[in-house]
């Protein structure tokens, strides 16, 4: 099980009681994760090539990729190691937003994108976690509000107020932030998802625009939603 989400903790769970032996992997960059049910290793694999070894010394029969939509590489190289070793390989993949009356969404291909539509002046409500803030850091015309869970590699610059909090995020507490901080901008990846919406809710119910990047492109695969279909797939996938 490849994890590092609320769905892979939960598909741990259903997968060991249903009598599955899983051993989750995390990549190791949160400091306190939260608990798995079963057994867990941590960090990184070495790439796809020390994944196919891993697959082959544990004897893994089945690679369920259950991390965030926005964990490209690992998905890379997951379905890459699965094709090699000849093994399953089910991605758990949640639903993205989609917009809905009311919202004022902005599509970007990437962070690096997203930076690049905010207009000079803009008070950003910056929600992409730590490892892509470096254009919005770059950009001097631009300051607010940078939210995510471990402290970043980088330094924040003074007109940034950086928050460090775990989802979920309820809705009033959301708008609180906005209106604050004099939030222009919502800036969020297209995670899916019910402990991140927040944020879009209180955005539409304050007519803020949101810069939403879109999703990477992951290899194809099997997929399926939610946890007891995946769980259910899964048993399919594996039946002689
Ligand atoms: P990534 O860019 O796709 O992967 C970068 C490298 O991190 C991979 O090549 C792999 O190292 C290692 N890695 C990633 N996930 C791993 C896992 N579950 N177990 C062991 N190694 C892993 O991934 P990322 O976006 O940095 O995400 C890292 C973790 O944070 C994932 O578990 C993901 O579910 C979670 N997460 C990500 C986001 C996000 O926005 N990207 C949000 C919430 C949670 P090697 O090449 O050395 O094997």
């Given at each position: 099980m490849?994890?590092?989400?609320?769905?892979?903790?939960?598909?741990?769970?259903?997968?060991?009681?249903?009598?599955?032996?899983?051993?989750?992997?995390l990549?190791?960059?949160?400091?306190?994760?939260?608990?798995?049910?079963?057994?867990?290793?941590?960090?990184?694999?070495?790439g796809?090539?020390?994944?196919?070894?891993?697959?082959r010394?544990?004897?893994?029969?089945a690679?369920?990729?259950?991390?965030?939509p926005?964990a490209?590489?690992?998905?890379?190289?997951?379905?890459?190691?699965?094709?090699?070793t000849?093994?399953?390989?089910?991605?758990?993949?949640?639903?993205?937003?989609?917009?809905q009356?009311g919202?004022?969404?902005?599509?970007?291909g990437?962070?690096?994108?997203a930076?690049?539509?905010?207009?000079?002046?803009?008070?950003?409500?910056?929600?992409?976690?730590?490892?892509?803030?470096?254009?919005?850091?770059e950009?001097?015309?631009?300051?607010?509000?940078?939210?995510?869970?471990?402290?970043?590699?980088q330094?924040?610059?003074?007109?940034w107020?950086?928050?460090?909090?775990?989802?979920?995020?309820?809705?009033?507490?959301?708008?609180?932030?906005?209106?604050?901080?004099?939030?222009?901008?919502?800036?969020?990846?297209n995670s899916?998802?019910?402990?991140g919406?927040?944020k879009?809710?209180?955005?539409?119910?304050?007519?803020?625009?949101?810069?939403?990047?879109?999703?990477?492109?992951?290899?194809?695969?099997?997929t399926?939603?939610?946890?007891?279909?995946?769980a259910?797939?899964?048993?399919?996938?594996?039946?002689?």
């Amino acid at each position: 099980m490849l994890g590092g989400t609320a769905e892979a903790r939960a598909l741990s769970a259903v997968l060991i009681k249903a009598g599955f032996s899983v051993v989750t992997s995390l990549a190791g960059v949160t400091q306190q994760p939260l608990p798995v049910t079963g057994e867990v290793r941590s960090g990184g694999f070495g790439g796809e090539h020390g994944l196919i070894a891993y697959v082959r010394r544990e004897r893994i029969a089945a690679i369920v990729d259950a991390t965030h939509p926005f964990a490209a590489v690992m998905a890379r190289h997951a379905a890459l190691a699965a094709e090699q070793t000849r093994i399953v390989y089910l991605r758990l993949e949640r639903p993205a937003w989609a917009a809905q009356s009311g919202d004022r969404w902005i599509d970007a291909g990437s962070a690096a994108a997203a930076a690049g539509l905010l207009p000079d002046g803009s008070r950003v409500f910056l929600t992409i976690g730590r490892k892509e803030i470096a254009p919005f850091m770059e950009r001097p015309g631009l300051s607010g509000m940078v939210r995510m869970i471990e402290p970043p590699s980088q330094s924040v610059p003074a007109q940034w107020r950086l928050l460090l909090a775990r989802p979920p995020f309820d809705l009033e507490t959301e708008k609180q932030s906005l209106r604050e901080c004099g939030i222009t901008h919502v800036v969020s990846k297209n995670s899916g998802g019910e402990s991140g919406k927040s944020k879009l809710v209180a955005a539409r119910e304050l007519n803020i625009p949101v810069v939403m990047i879109a999703r990477p492109v992951k290899p194809a695969a099997f997929t399926a939603w939610p946890v007891d279909a995946a769980a259910a797939t899964l048993a399919r996938l594996l039946s002689p």
